[in-house]
């Protein structure tokens, strides 16, 4: 797909190219400089081309979307800048046997030069901002296909993604043993996993969830996984939201959290996970760090399927909105994650 938008662009800029410039050209006095003032037909033509390829560097659309007025209003005011001083340049003054006469028909000819100058230059203009915003237009419309088509492949691999078989026969082997030595903490803990799976069947039909039943479903998994936990592995998860009624697509982070238990969770050895969620004027921050409780080759091999299909979804999701670093330092695996809603 990438590929794709970039040999439409080449199109657009081959076609400015070999036809709009050409066009302009023949069609225009530009022909005419070509033999009466050489030097000042191919700098004008070297500017034309740096205009339609600075605009196009700069993308508009982009820069609107970003609201970088600034920028662009530097960028139109240098560019016109530039053109005026091309109409300043030096050229021969026309010979009439009357000096007046000669320096009415000189100001005659500057005056339709530069006005020719300013056509040209609107022209690139427009048509530069033209193919900025049709690209900009081609470039949504892939994106959009791109999500749907990463929606197709998350709501296969969320599947395979969830609750781990592992996961499910260790709580209900747990439940079971509360069941079995009447533990007050049987019938909550039945409750919190049908719950659990609940969200976990139900909102893969959903595009977005509100941010509250996210972080209740990381509070049932969590609640859930430490019945199998002794009090080698401790866990803090801490959530901060200005407002929990946020959209985010569903299970967004559960990878990250499902990782963290894998490899992070010890019956023998102290370990510390940590998890973390806070959202502030409209920024989401999600983190996990953990003890490396497994093999380290088999930590390497294993992690990054996960944390690249998520990269996946991200991209598709929130196109240039995200940032998903992963850091492994002295032992200690950390994942960041920040999204701007």
């Known amino acids: 797909m990438k590929t794709f938008e970039n040999k439409t662009t ?41 205009c339609y390829f600075v605009m196009r560097r700069v993308n508009i659309p982009q820069c609107v979307l970003r609201h970088e007025y600034r920028r662009i209003a530097v960028v139109f005011a240098a560019l016109i800048l530039g053109n005026y001083l091309i109409t300043l340049y030096p050229r021969p003054d026309e010979d009439f046997v009357t000096p007046s006469l000669s320096e009415y028909q000189t100001r005659i000819r500057d005056y339709g030069i530069s006005l020719s100058l300013w056509l040209m230059f609107s022209l690139v203009m427009g048509y530069s901002i033209t193919v900025s915003f049709v690209k900009e237009l081609f470039a949504q419309i892939l994106v959009k296909r791109k999500i749907e088509m990463q929606r ?34 049987a019938e909550d803990a039945f409750i919190k996993f049908t719950e659990l799976l609940k969200y976990t069947y139900v909102t893969i039909e959903n595009e977005l969830v509100p941010l509250k039943d996210e972080i209740a479903y990381i509070d049932n ?52 996970i940590k998890i973390r969620l806070a959202v502030r004027d409209g920024e989401l921050l999600f983190t996990t760090s953990n003890n490396i409780m497994k093999h380290s080759d088999e930590f390497k091999s294993e992690v990054p399927v996960g944390i ?34």
């Not at 197709?152 to 260790?170: R, T, V």
């Not at 963290?260 to 102290?270: H, I, N, P, V």
């Not at 995200?322 to 200690?332: A, F, G, K, P, R």
Request: aromatic residues 14%; charged residues 15%; proline residues 5%.
């Open 10 to 50: 080449l199109i657009f800029d081959l076609f400015f190219c070999v036809v709009v410039m050409p066009v302009l050209v023949l069609l225009g006095p530009a022909y005419y400089w070509m033999t009466w003032l050489p030097w000042f037909f191919v700098v004008v033509c070297l500017y034309m081309y740096s």
């Open 308 to 341: 690249e299909n998520c990269r996946a979804r991200l991209s598709g999701i929130f196109p240039g909105k995200h940032q998903l670093e992963t850091l492994e330092e002295d032992n200690v695996f950390s994942v960041s994650l920040k999204i701007k809603m």
């Open 152 to 185: 197709d492949k998350a709501e296969l691999a969320m599947f395979k993604a969830q609750i781990s078989p592992h996961f499910m026969f260790n709580t209900l082997n747990s439940i079971y043993s509360l069941v079995i030595g009447n533990s007050p903490k």
């Open 221 to 272: 998994y969590i609640e859930l996984q430490s019945l199998r936990l002794n009090s080698h592995t401790t866990v803090e998860w801490t959530h901060d939201a200005d407002d929990e009624s946020v959209m985010i697509p569903p299970m967004l982070m559960l990878t990250f959290v499902e990782n963290a238990f894998k490899y992070g969770a010890s019956a023998t050895t102290d370990c510390l």
